[in-house]
């Protein structure tokens, strides 16, 4: 399914860079005919890789006439971590959505690609904990510790 998902992933992105207004709408039942799937799978595309935390809003509508609209956001990493600090500073941070963080402040000079790298590095080694809930609070109390070490302070504290 990845290839899939990473085939539509694109294709709905380039639909979006090509969109004069900034937003495309298509049929659920239409996308998963070009790509030969069932709804379903377009679904956990747009579940998984059109998430707000990523920079996008879903629309979707059921039935017949079912739509799904697809709009992009340029969230400056500010309000991405305005979005995400409820979550780390609860200890429920999942990987991806922080990775999404660091990729962010990554992008917007914050931090070097060495700093990324590392960063990553320490978030990657949490995979040796076999119970995931352990992961995830250490995961939060980490990137907590890295925003502080990185900002003085923890923001929006």
Known sequence: MSNLANNMEDYLKKLLTLSASGYI??????????????????????????????????????????????????????Q???????????GRIEDEKAKMLLHKIYEEKYISFRELRLMETVLDTLSFLEEESQQVKLRSMLLKNMLIALTGQFPFD
């Open 80 to 90: 991405l971590l305005s979005i995400l600090m409820p979550d780390i500073a609860a």
């Open 25 to 78: 709408e298509i049929k659920r039942k239409e996308l998963a005919a070009k790509f030969r799937c069932v709804p379903s799978q377009v679904n956990y595309v747009l579940e998984t890789r059109f998430t707000l935390e990523r920079g996008f809003l879903v629309e979707s509508r059921r039935g017949g006439k079912g739509f799904v609209s697809i709009k992009k956001f340029n969230f400056p990493a500010q």
